[in-house]
Nanobody, 119 residues
């Protein structure tokens, strides 16, 4: 199982970035995909989630209207389009795949990609 994030970097406030999460080793279309982030000294927080079929999403209040999560099940890839970035969006962003079946939860994590919003 592998989740590989890419697309992070340094961007000025107000700018945009698109993160990608390439998945392999499991049935991608059966898993909900999420993006989490963790800033230094803070706990990891959920940023956005999309269900397996891609028809339902949810977002942290802090990113609503600025970030968009999507997935392409044919490419086994999830995305996070981030716009109007703020310095407080600076964090390590992690991709997560989760599937819950009766009695068991399957959870996979990527290594993270750094996003820095600064002048």
């Amino acid at each position: 199982v592998q989740l590989v994030e890419s697309g992070g970097g340094l961007v000025q406030p107000g700018g945009s970035l698109r993160l990608s999460c390439a998945a392999s080793g499991f049935t991608f279309s059966s898993y909900a995909m999420s993006w989490y982030r963790q800033a230094p000294g803070k706990e990891r927080e959920l940023v956005a989630r999309v269900i397996s079929a891609g028809s339902s999403t949810n977002y942290a209040d802090s990113v609503k209207g600025r970030f968009t999560i999507s997935r392409d099940n044919a490419k086994n890839t999830a995305y996070l389009q981030m716009s109007s970035l703020k310095p407080e969006d600076t964090a390590m962003y992690y991709c997560n795949a989760r599937r819950v079946v009766i009695g068991e939860r399957y959870d996979y994590w990527g290594q993270g990609t750094q996003v820095t919003v600064s002048t």
